[in-house]
């Protein structure tokens, strides 16, 4: 059991990580690109580009959420 705790506090901190380092990504992308700051930053740009679609707007589930929930109001 206090393993396991240790174990997703370690996961939960490398993600907080991920997470700081894709906002500074983002901030900076127009001074030096993206290529260049993740392969700095070591996070893929996939990692990059998805943590932008979660962060800049709705997922793709909420988003087909709205359009069931419009359609049923047509």
């Known amino acids: 059991p206090q ?3 240790r ?6 901190q ?3 990580s991920r997470s ?3 906002e ?3 901030a900076e992308k127009t ?4 290529r260049r700051l993740c392969r700095v930053l070591q996070v893929s740009k996939t990692t990059f580009y998805a943590w932008a679609a979660r962060a800049g707007g709705p997922t793709i589930h909420e988003v087909a959420r ?3 929930v ?3 109001r047509e």
């Open 70 to 72: 419009a359609r049923q």
């Open 24 to 26: 500074f990504i983002d």
């Open 7 to 12: 174990a997703a506090v370690r996961r939960q």
């Open 31 to 34: 001074t030096y690109g993206v």
């Open 66 to 68: 709205h359009v069931e």
């Open 3 to 5: 393993q396991h705790d």
């Open 20 to 22: 700081l380092r894709c």
């Open 14 to 16: 490398r993600q907080d």
